[in-house]
């Protein structure tokens, strides 16, 4: 089942074909570390190969590489559609040759209107002096009706759903690859765009990758989601520490096999218990929360507990711990907290919160979490400085030592505090940030998407701190789309549909699949009152 | 990037790293090379006592300002009204110690009572209506340049207690006027606060990232109004000085204090702590553009060269940080 790099197992739909894309001994250096080590990529027109391995295991530095961003080390050979391509990649040149790139960020211009980022490919390219709008409207109507998709031209972007923004995105590098390929269909390579994809987005999106597959182009899958690789992926490449790990051909492998070529050996995955855990006290009471579109939710807490909030995208779940940590304004609800000070959510700013030992962690890691341009240590001890004071100001060979075993105990690699920490893969910046808030024993944390985008190792570590905080009697809420999670580490799960709490799972309720299908029932359902578990 | 799993844990990195220490004195090398290069040309005129004692204490003003552009800078806002904030306190000392005859100390205070009310207000319009601060201070500072040449009559004002310039430049320490001292203090404050104290860190966290900062507890509207306050008493406390080292107060002269000013702020961002606008690195600075600009003159070059040497030095020196920026990006 697991093919050689290249012992040209390769699926041709007729004998000879040559593959669309073939990367040959990709090597990177950075430094003194080598991201990148003799990889070899290879996919055949029409077929959707998926690209994985853990965060740091150069998965995106070989995107770049191949994109012209980085210049590969000596030996490297790119041939596309049996024609050899000159490395580095000369800038603007990957576009030209017919590969497209989709990343996570998208790329779209949220205050311009859906036809006017159709149009950028063109702008970038286009000699014309005029715009014919007229026919720039037709000949995007013609890509849209070709793939079923039903977008208003004329909608401004940033009132789209997040997942007809991923589609739009992804069919406009479609059409941008069709415009210029020269000797086939395109290639087109898609960056993790599923993360903050609903399931039904995620769906729309598969049936979306597979049409422009069956068009002829090949479409280059980079994901975290083993699931989502199986069900999407004819083959998948996988990486681990900048080497070839395998090839696996997607629907003959199972779950495992992809897990053990992405970390090495088996890893046994965390996995709490249930049951809640019993007589502890109430850490905090949540009543009548109105804020944006969630209304009227209330429900209880006690400590030790972890609670999953979930729901479709827009059902609100996400929005109550903005609303609980002040970060997002609530019209009204309050938080009673174990010792029974009453906070009013209208009127509370996240530093009130702090002060009583609550605390957030945004999904948004280098944007509302840290920050990337200073060093790990700085960001790991902001919450704690004044523990540092001495009558000569900050101890900043404490706070060093502080956070150095704070980061060993993290597990944080490369072990350098000293380093900033947006030179961190996502997973080691989850954990440091983790850590900046788990120092201060915090009797009620929140998280949002605490996982998004990192490796299955890396997962584990955080399920196991978060678990252990717990174990100490801090409560803790979690808010996530992503249900294996879910079920791994939550004692209660509370579902979310249109604003409101409409079902909560307990037990043996909770698995990945009831969490799942609790989620899509919800949504389907009409606006009810909300459900009262407090 | 591979888990080093090699690399024992912790490792603590003790060698030294030359092209970090590299890059941290660079500036200082070249400054000094700078005063050589002048010194073998000119070593009657530039290299003399007297020429090196005035650089060091009338430009000390420049010192002055430039702390107060990276006190708001570190804190993520631009302060374009600094100069004219110095040109109006000096106005105030001159008119109303000079003119009406009120005391210097209360002179003095209503100077920097006005330096904190353009902070404030620079304050309000920025975080109340949520306007860039680049465009309110552009906005107060050319407003603040029409009181004073309404409040002065477009005139150069004298008279000013001689106390003051006895305090500033008429005294020297070492041969050096006590305003260079003055200085030096101010920076070692700077410093001080910036490095060593978690008011420092708060505008450092605000100014890399508002909503990290807002999101650990910081109030950040808060931590922004006193960096413009205190920013503007800054360079009002500049402006004291500058109409101590005059003895007068002439309602121009000030702004053209600007430029050079954020040309050292930013200079001094690739100094010392590199990507860090930063008390020494300004310091340093400032007194290699004094040096170039005091040498050129010296040389007879004409005055339009002041103007290439300040806005070349200004581009050249975000360039510079931008370059180590990437550099910071790139390692690992």
Not at chain 1, 338 to 364: C, I, K, M, T, Y
Request: aromatic share 8%; with cysteine; charged share 15%.
């Amino acid at each position: 089942m697991t093919q050689g790099p290249l012992h040209d197992g390769l699926p041709r739909r007729t004998p000879g074909e040559a593959p669309a894309l073939l990367a040959r001994n990709f090597s990177k250096v950075f430094g003194t570390s080598k991201v990148l080590d003799a990889v070899d990529l290879a996919v055949m027109p029409g077929e959707i190969h998926g690209l994985l391995g853990s965060n740091g295991s150069g998965k995106s530095t070989l995107i770049k590489t191949i994109a012209g961003l980085h210049a590969p080390e000596k030996g490297a050979e790119l041939i596309l559609y049996g024609r050899d391509m000159p490395l580095p990649t000369p800038s603007g040149s990957a576009r030209a040759s017919g590969i497209s790139f989709v990343h996570q960020h998208l790329a779209l211009i949220p205050s311009l209107s859906v036809l006017e980022n159709m149009m950028l490919n063109d702008l970038a390219s286009s000699h014309n002096w005029a715009i014919n709008w007229a026919r720039m409207r037709r000949h995007t109507r013609e890509v849209f009706d070709r793939f079923d998709l039903d977008l208003d031209l004329d909608r401004r972007v940033a009132d789209l759903p997040q997942a007809d923004r991923a589609l739009l995105a992804i069919t406009r590098a479609f059409d941008e690859v069709q415009t210029h390929a020269t000797g086939g269909q395109g290639i087109l390579i898609l960056d993790e765009p599923t993360p903050f994809l609903p399931q039904a987005g995620v769906d729309k999106l598969f049936s979306l990758m597979r049409s422009v597959a069956a068009d002829g182009a090949a479409v280059i899958f980079v994901a975290h989601d083993i699931d989502e690789i199986r069900e999407i992926t004819d083959r998948a490449t996988i990486l681990r520490d900048g080497k070839l790990a395998g090839s696996l051909v997607s629907k003959e492998a199972d779950r495992e096999d992809f897990i053990s070529h992405i970390v090495g050996e088996k890893v046994s995955l965390f996995q709490t218990s249930h049951d809640a855990p019993e007589g502890g006290k109430r850490a905090a009471a949540i009543r009548g929360l109105d804020c944006g579109s969630v209304s009227q939710v209330s429900f209880d807490i006690t400590e030790g507990e972890i609670v999953g909030l979930t729901g479709l995208i827009g059902s609100g779940f996400d929005v109550v711990p903005e609303a609980l940590f002040g970060a997002q304004k609530a019209e009204r609800g309050s938080l009673t907290l174990g010792d029974g000070r009453v906070l009013d959510l209208a009127a509370v700013r996240p530093e009130n919160l702090l002060a009583q030992g609550v605390a957030f962690l945004p999904s948004d890691r280098l944007g509302r979490a840290g920050i990337g341009s200073l060093p790990i240590y700085e960001n790991m001890a902001l919450p704690v400085l004044k523990r540092f004071r001495s009558p000569l100001g900050i101890d900043w060979p404490a706070v060093k030592s502080h956070c150095a075993e704070l980061g060993q105990a993290f597990d944080l690699r490369p072990a350098r505090v000293d380093l900033n920490l947006g030179a961190l893969s996502g997973g080691n910046a989850q954990k440091a940030l983790l850590a900046k808030w788990l120092q201060t024993r915090p009797k009620l944390l929140m998280l949002d998407e605490p996982t998004q985008g990192i490796d299955v190792g890396a997962r584990q570590k955080i399920f196991k701190e978060v678990h252990k905080a717990a174990r100490q009697g801090t409560a803790v809420i979690v808010a996530s789309t992503d249900a294996e999670q879910l079920a791994q580490i939550c004692h209660r799960i509370l579902v979310f549909s249109k604003g409101c709490i409409v079902s909560e799972l307990i037990g043996d309720q909770i698995t990945k699949d009831s969490i799942t299908q609790e989620t899509l029932r919800a949504s389907s359902l009409p606006r009810q009152k909300t459900l009262e578990v407090a | 990037m591979p888990h080093p799993t090699d690399t024992p844990a912790l490792a603590p990195r003790r060698h030294l790293n030359w092209a970090q220490l590299g890059e941290s004195y660079a500036l200082v090398i070249v400054m000094i090379a700078l005063f050589g290069v002048f010194s073998l040309l000119l070593p009657t005129t530039f290299f003399s006592w007297a020429n090196v004692s005035t650089m060091l204490g009338s430009q000390a003003i420049l010192v002055f300002l430039t702390l107060s552009l990276i006190l708001t800078l570190t804190a993520g806002d631009f302060d374009l009204s600094v100069a004219a904030t110095l040109t109006i306190s000096a106005m105030t000392v001159a008119v109303l110690n000079a003119q009406l005859e009120v005391p210097l100390v209360l002179a003095i205070s209503a100077a920097l009572l006005v330096g904190a009310f353009i902070g404030l207000v620079n304050g309000f319009f920025i975080l109340y209506f949520r306007i860039p601060s680049l465009i309110v201070t552009l906005g107060t500072g050319t407003f603040i340049n029409g009181i004073v040449l309404w409040m002065s009559g477009s005139t150069t004002i004298g008279g000013i207690d001689f106390t003051l310039i006895k305090f500033v430049v008429g005294t020297r320490f070492l041969g050096i006027p006590l305003l260079f001292y003055y200085a030096l203090i101010m920076c070692l404050i700077v410093w001080y606060v910036f490095g060593f104290t978690t008011l420092g860190r708060r505008l450092l966290f605000v100014g890399r990232g508002r909503e990290v900062a807002l999101l650990s507890g910081i109030n950040v509207e808060k931590v922004r109004l006193g960096a413009l306050i205190l920013s503007s008493m800054m360079a009002a406390l500049a402006g004291v000085f500058y109409a101590g080292t005059l003895g007068a107060a002439d309602p121009n002269s000030g702004n053209s204090f600007l430029l050079p000013a954020f040309a050292a702020a930013f200079l001094g961002a690739t100094a010392i702590t590199p990507g860090r606008f930063n008390p020494i690195g300004s310091f340093v600075a400032v007194y290699f553009l004094v040096i170039g600009i005091t040498g050129l003159t010296m040389l007879g070059i004409q005055s339009y060269v002041q103007n290439l040497f300040y806005g070349g030095a200004l581009v050249l020196a975000v360039a510079l940080s931008q370059l180590v920026r990437k550099r910071e990006a790139q390692e690992l």
